[in-house]
């Protein structure tokens, strides 16, 4: 589209026509609009940056004029700044001449080039312009004005290499794509981000880059690639360039290759356009990086163990060691494959302190350190994740059917998206129900686990003790009234005494799970059975009638989706009532196991 892109210092405009065509409206900047551009530029005079860059002009080029296609306002208002510098304070200016189609006898520009002495509100058109040029003099003329005439000069006489006000010049190759684009940045389609004015610029004709077709097929490619969150989340921790005004996700690599730092791409979000268009002789190369940036992300993101490795690292970020991308690039050029994928590995087991001497998994308790837990029971979920990917692998070469293609990925999108708990499996205190709505809501959960009072038909004849003692419940029960705690006591008492798991230590490992908030939240009062349906529910199982418009579809982590469906213990009297001693046993132990033998001491991993 874009004939040529590039930056002009405004002394660069001097001795240019620009035309404003029939379909302009009229210039409309507010006391306010000019202030903030005099304060922009009295702050960077007395800043230490060394180029202020002003919104793009958009024209195109016809008969000796520049047809302004957009940036009309900010071409009246820095003509208005200079006849201000040129009249009054006699500064040797060469400014640029301002022409407008629908005006039969030229009227704003002469008003533009008349001395300007009061408000003139005979139309619109001399209202805006002479409120504008007063705010100006009154901004410079007013007692203690930190605006120096002199400063302002020199400021807009800079050339382009020196410190110095530019804009972005956006040409059009004729008015026949000039009226599409008019009406595309009028209707907010075109925004002119750094990503659309870089991409421009690669596409200029006159850049000396070839094969555009496929420089543009090539940034569309990497625009939707970026625009996968599981990508996009495994090297970033948070939502940056993503809803951000004037933001796009390709800045990203675009700064890495100019080397703009984050902190800098805050506060100017072009920052890589201005550098790339300032050393046009270098965009092949730079794109080649970007290219070459781009194949190596893709190659980290498709390697089952470096994508789990670095998604790790970068959301738990534990002893303050900070994820670079940058970082992560370097090291695997350097180091090769095979041993970058080992450095990553050891970084986790650094992270989490498991290389110390002092190291304790009894030493794991809730409460003491969430941030710990919180990565380890991230890391339990990526070792058995690695874990049913080798096994396949070998099931696969054993029938000579090579390797997988596809495999499970841990999402760390939703890590980020998401709100997370380390919840207890089975409660670590009793709740003191002072509230009848708690009582109720236990209730619920009782009646519907235990199936009461249905369960007296089937343990009327029951001569065994538990039987008997059932039966007492059984009778407690039909008393029960939860507007009554005495009543609700008795039975709850009865209740624990036949049916509490009486696990050793409830804020142990094996009685902890990463769960996220949502589902956390549906559990309230419930007893294990309840939460076990939640949990299945939630995670797309079956759906129970009773409680299934309280569950959200959510992602359950692999090792919470076992413990409730109590895939860790062996044994063949499993209970699904409750969460037992043996159930915590089992569980604690593979989340050692699988640890240990992935990351703290591999052992027959096919990383």
């Known amino acids: 589209m874009a004939e040529e892109i590039t930056l002009k210092s405004i002394s660069e405009l001097s001795g240019l026509v620009f035309k404003s065509p029939y379909q302009q409206r009229g210039y409309k900047w507010t006391e306010d609009n000019i202030n903030i551009l005099l304060q922009d530029f009295h702050d960077f005079i007395h800043s230490d940056k060394i180029m202020y860059c002003l919104h793009p002009i958009t024209v195109y080029l016809e008969g000796g ?66 409120r504008a040029y007063l705010t100006i ?3 410079f003329s007013k007692q203690n004005s930190p605006y120096k005439t002199e400063e302002f000069v020199d400021l807009l006489v800079k050339k382009k290499e020196e410190k110095s006000v530019q804009v972005i010049w956006y040409q059009l190759e004729d008015d026949k794509v000039a009226h599409q684009v008019f009406r595309d940045l009028n209707s907010g389609k075109i925004q002119l981000t750094n990503a659309e004015l870089i991409k421009a610029l690669l596409l200029n004709r006159t850049n000396g880059l070839k094969n555009h077709e496929q420089i543009a097929a090539q940034f569309e490619s990497i625009e939707r690639g970026l625009d996968n969150d599981r990508l996009w989340f495994l090297f970033n921790n948070d939502k940056t360039l993503k809803t951000a005004k004037g933001q796009s996700r390709i800045d990203m690599l675009f700064n890495i290759v100019t080397g703009i730092a984050p902190s800098d791409y805050e506060i100017e979000t072009r920052k890589s356009f201005f550098e790339l268009s300032a050393h046009k002789e270098q965009l092949k190369e730079k794109w080649d990086k970007v290219l070459d940036i781009y194949s190596r992300i893709m190659e980290f993101y498709q390697d089952v163990y470096i994508y789990h490795y670095i998604g790790f690292w970068n959301y738990f970020k534990g002893g303050g060691k900070k994820f670079s991308l940058q970082e992560m690039l370097k090291r695997s050029e350097t180091l090769g494959k095979c041993a970058f994928k080992e450095s990553l590995r050891k970084e986790l087991v650094s992270l989490l302190n498991m290389d110390k001497e002092w190291f304790s998994w009894n030493a794991l308790v809730y409460g ?7 990565g380890v029971f991230l890391l339990h979920n990526i070792a058995t994740i690695l ?5 396949l692998n070998d099931s696969l070469e054993r029938h000579g059917k090579g390797t997988a293609r596809t495999y499970e990925y841990f999402p760390f999108d939703l890590l980020h998206k998401q709100n997370w708990d380390i919840e207890h499996i089975s409660s670590q205190t009793e709740n003191d129900f002072t509230s009848e709505s708690d009582r109720q809501d236990w209730l619920e959960g009782v009646q519907a686990d235990f199936n009461f009072p249905q369960a007296a038909e089937r343990i009327a004849n029951d001569e065994t003790l538990e039987g008997k003692q ?65 949990v299945i529910i939630a995670d797309g199982g079956s759906q129970d009638s009773e409680i299934k418009e309280r569950v959200q579809r959510v992602y359950i982590p692999v090792c919470t989706r076992n413990v409730y469906l109590k895939a860790y213990n062996k044994k063949r009297d499993v209970s ?29 991993v096919k990383a």
């Not at 900010?74 to 400014?95: G, M, V």
């Not at 003491?368 to 919180?374: A, E, G, P, Q």
């Not at 874990?387 to 096994?391: F, I, K």
């Not at 407690?476 to 230590?505: G, H, P």
């Open 65 to 130: 004029a520049y047809f302004v296609v957009d940036g009309q306002q900010r071409l009246t208002s820095l003509f208005l700044l200079q006849k201000y510098l040129i009249e009054e304070c006699k500064a040797q200016l060469d400014t640029y001449t301002l022409d407008y189609e629908r005006d039969e006898d030229n009227e704003r520009y002469n008003l533009l080039t008349k001395p300007i002495t009061q408000l003139i509100d005979t139309d619109s058109d001399h209202f805006f312009i002479t």
């Open 137 to 139: 003099r009154n901004a």
């Open 368 to 374: 003491n350190d969430t941030k710990t837990l919180r």
């Open 387 to 391: 874990s049913s990917y080798d096994s």
């Open 470 to 534: 059932a039966m007492e419940l059984l009778a407690l029960y039909d008393k029960l009234d939860a507007s009554d705690k005495t009543s609700f006591n008795r039975f709850y008492e009865k209740f624990v005494e036949l049916y509490d798991n009486k696990i050793e230590n409830k804020n142990g490992l094996g009685n902890l799970v990463l769960l996220d908030s949502h589902t956390n939240r549906s559990f309230h009062n419930s007893l294990f059975p309840r939460k076990r349906r939640i």
């Open 576 to 604: 699904l009532t409750n969460w037992t001693q043996d159930d915590y046993d089992a569980y604690y132990e593979d989340i050692k196991q699988k640890i240990t033998d992935y990351f703290i001491s591999p052992k027959n």
